[in-house]
């Protein structure tokens, strides 16, 4: 099947987290899209002529309302600058795309520092890393360079990436998944990143990925990585390998419906990582080699509203297991749940999504070994209710509250409620 190479450039725009808008080829940079809009024409000009320039900012103030270690609240943010190039319009590289993001963040995360906090006043390492958070857009202060890739199409159905590449863009994604503001599931379920044998948006690390469309209804994909991300150089300019092995992943995307003209999809995507290098064992303290986990997803269009194919109710799930619960911190989870667009007549840009997220902690990665004695983890449930406004000149206002059952799988917590507010402008 043929395909034409301008979807390659939406593709990358779709992949960039905190992105919500969906490019329309003849009012691309309207301003109902964008806060500064077309630039008196100069931005169509630009784009037509192979260059497309995106700036973004979330910010995702929220508070703890009741349980957990205190109430309190936490401003955090991130600046997202993308420079797309179409290298076959302004240098002749046939069928190549250049990719570059830059992200800054600043603000700690709510569910670090009052729902179960991760370390004491007094610096001690105390109930562990919380993994699912209530807030996505966290990473401290940190300016770095995200992607800087190479997309080449092969022929008419294989695309090679190559370069700096962040994996949680290329696999166990669904564009569903950021109707939301805990980190259970935007940008993807976080079952695969304990250990962190994937990484995630603003993290990238040196690799190739590679997609073949074999049908109109099967795509698959694979790709290498470097395993070491975690101890790169926080600006993101590391394109060092063999940190701490590779990873390599595949994933099998069985399409019912690609929804190319609009609205959600309906597809089932399966796929695995394996990571070769070594991590901490809660059970024995020392190392293990090797993790390898499993998942699968589904995005699932129920019906379309009639007169417009974008508005109607989509369904998403997912379930992520790691083959070892000693390496592991969440060996197990499931995410369920629905966006629908357009349910308030008037309102046909607005979403109005509900999340439930089940992570079943290892029973291996007790608090003993951070100076609390003899307590083991449980089960986490996760709830979360948000509308998405969507106001013109490419703001979005979502507020959101999340209900917490067994917070960071800590039996000795009281259920949490979490109220929050995520803000995105487009430039």
């Keep these: 099947m043929k395909k034409r190479f301008s979807r390659n450039i939406l593709a990358l725009c779709l992949a960039t987290p905190l ?50 270690y205190e109430q309190d609240d936490e401003y955090l943010h991130n600046i997202n600058a993308a420079l797309t190039i179409d290298l ?92 939301f503001m805990n980190n259970a599931v935007c940008g993807s379920p976080k079952g695969v990143f304990t250990p962190y044998a994937l990484n995630a948006y603003p993290d990238a690390t040196v690799g190739v990925h590679a997609k073949w469309e074999t049908s109109e209804m099967v795509d698959l ?5 470097d395993g070491g991300w975690p101890e790169q150089d926080s600006n993101g300019w590391d394109w060092s390998m063999g940190h701490n092995g590779v990873a390599v992943t595949g994933e099998v995307q069985i399409f019912f419906d690609r929804a190319e003209n609009g609205g959600a999809q309906q597809v089932i995507k399966v796929g695995t990582n394996y990571h070769s290098g070594e991590f901490d064992n809660f059970n024995t303290g020392e190392k293990t080699s090797g993790s390898t986990s499993v998942y699968i997803l589904s995005d699932w269009k129920v019906f379309s509203e009639e007169g ?19 390496i592991a911190a969440l060996p197990f989870s499931y995410i369920m749940g629905f ?77 949490v409620t979490v109220a929050g507010l995520k803000f995105n402008v487009n430039l």
């Excluded at 807030?135 to 190479?150: D, M, P, S």
């Excluded at 966006?339 to 439930?356: A, H, S």
Aim: charged share 25%; hydrophobic share 30%.
């Design 221 to 225: 994909k694979l790709g290498v990585f």
């Design 308 to 326: 417009d194919i974008n508005q109607g109710l989509a369904l998403f799930g997912s379930i992520v297991a790691n083959s070892d619960d000693e």
């Design 19 to 68: 992105c919500f808008t969906t490019a329309v080829a003849e009012d691309r940079f309207s301003f109902q899209d964008h806060i500064s809009g077309d630039w008196g024409g100069s931005r169509t000009s630009l784009y037509d002529a192979g260059v497309d320039i995106a700036l973004n900012y979330t910010a995702e103030p929220a508070a703890s309302l009741s349980g957990g």
């Design 339 to 415: 966006v629908y667009e357009g349910l308030i007549p008037t309102r046909d840009r607005d979403k109005l999504g509900f999340m439930l997220n089940v992570a079943e902690h290892s029973e291996y990665n007790t608090y003993t070994h951070d100076f609390v004695t003899g307590k083991e983890r449980g089960h986490e449930t996760i709830m979360e209710l948000t509308y998405n406004i969507r106001t013109g000149y490419g703001i979005e206002i979502m507020p959101t509250l999340q209900y917490i059952n067994q917070p960071n799988g800590s039996r000795d917590f009281t259920d």
């Design 88 to 179: 076959e319009k302004l240098f002749s590289i046939r069928k190549t795309v250049f990719l570059a993001k830059y992200s800054s963040r600043s603000g700690d995360n709510i569910s670090d520092r009052y729902v179960v906090p991760s370390y004491a006043e007094n610096g001690r390492y105390e109930y562990g890393e919380y993994y699912n958070k209530s807030q996505e857009a966290f990473g401290g202060q940190t300016t770095k360079l995200v992607n800087f890739q190479l997309t080449t199409e092969i022929g008419d159905d294989w695309s090679v990436d190559y370069g700096r590449l962040v994996m949680n863009d290329l696999f166990l994604r669904s564009d569903l998944y950021c109707n």
